[in-house]
């Protein structure tokens, strides 16, 4: 199954997002925590691209959603800033929260929760491409 729709890049947006995505994760089989933990990676690789990307003014995002047995790959393209969220350092979450740097929770968050993380820069579109394993 397939899966592609833009959406404006705005925070009213997120829900829409997530409904959508709720009736792929659930069409595709996906178990109920996996499905939770891939939303919450979601809204905030979606998230991310809301606040950072479109500094001038609102844009666009897509996402994709391709479905094979036991597999859902998730891609987030937008226009936005040139952004390469795999090359964020590993968010140190050992350190107490006073010493904690601001900002890479939501990579990392995404990074643990998937299991495959890529970027790529395809013309003048960032692309982030999730890829979880279930069943």
Sequence with gaps: ?????VFPATLDTIGEIAGALEEILESAGMPGMDAARTQLAVEEAVTNVITHGYPEG???????CET??????IIVA??????DPTSIPPADVTADLDHR???G???YLIKSVMDEVSYARV????????TKRFG
Excluded: A, K
Excluded at 123 to 130: A, I, S
């Design 123 to 130: 013309g003048e579109e960032n692309r982030l491409t999730m």
């Design 105 to 107: 929770l939501g990579v």
């Design 68 to 73: 094979e047995p036991g597999m859902i790959r």
């Design 1 to 5: 199954m397939r899966f592609e729709r």
């Design 78 to 83: 937008d226009s936005g800033m040139l952004f």
């Design 58 to 64: 609102p844009g666009d995002l897509t996402i994709i």
């Design 101 to 103: 740097s601001i900002g």
